[in-house]
């Protein structure tokens, strides 16, 4: 099955700078990846994602990069708010099946 | 649009019982996932219905079970529950026009085996 891999798992960073969490994937066959942010009590809130034939994707201060060659994508976030601070999760699915593998997750810091 | 509900979003049980959960998904959803989350081994995949069918399933043992109804609202059941059963569940909604369709996550229900 498939395999993801996030690092790293806590990050902080100051109020204003730029935020990046990498993944990996193992199954080739996977073409979705989307990101989850969670915050304490809540469930995942999806905040970004990108399907295989699209390299990149920005939504305002988020933005995900995806090398399927390599198979590994990344979220950048710039211009970090305190309000940035949760949980990210990335995660993979391939068209076989509407499961998500889930990453181990960040915990994200912005410190103001 | 309201999102996707789960009761009760608390439960405290006992060894030994067994425990229905309940996920309406959003309006027009057909597709229904579940996920288990715990601290040591993340969230993890259960179980998805579409059309009161079970599609798809993770690597959970047969305690484990759901069902989908016409309205699309579905349970999930876990029989004797064991300490290791406690976690958030979660379930998470698609309109599932693709299998790879975006999924819209619930509050979640923490579960609490004691």
């Known amino acids: 099955g498939e395999n993801v891999e996030q690092h790293p798992s806590t990050l902080s960073v100051q109020e204003g700078d730029s935020a990046v969490i990498k993944c990996t994937y193992s199954d080739s066959a996977s073409n979705y990846f989307p990101w989850y942010k969670q915050e304490l009590g809540k469930g995942p809130q999806l905040i970004i994602d990108i399907r295989s034939n699209v390299g990149e994707k920005k939504d305002q201060r988020i933005a995900v990069t995806l090398n399927k060659t390599a198979k590994h994508f990344s979220l950048h976030i710039t211009e970090t708010q305190p309000e940035d601070s949760a949980v990210y999760f990335c995660a993979a699915s391939d068209d076989g099946a509407n499961n998500l593998f889930f990453g181990t997750g960040t915990r994200l810091t912005v410190i103001p | 649009k309201a999102g996707v509900t789960q009761t009760p979003r608390y439960l405290i049980k006992t060894r030994g019982q067994q425990v229905t959960l309940s996920c309406s998904p959003i309006?027009?959803?057909?597709?229904v996932s579940w996920y288990q989350q715990t601290p040591g081994q993340g969230l993890q995949f259960l179980f998805e219905?579409?059309?009161?069918?079970?599609?798809n399933k993770g690597n959970f043992p047969g305690r484990f079970s759901g069902r989908q109804f016409s309205n699309s609202r579905s349970e999930m059941n876990v029989s004797t529950l064991e300490l290791g059963d406690s976690a958030l569940y979660l379930c998470?909604?698609?309109?599932?026009?693709?299998?790879?369709?975006?999924?819209?996550f619930g509050p979640g229900t923490r579960l609490t085996v004691l």
């Open positions: 998470a909604s698609s309109l599932a026009d693709s299998y790879t369709d975006t999924q819209y």
């Open positions: 219905y579409f059309s009161e069918t079970q599609r």
């Open positions: 309006s027009g959803h057909r597709s």
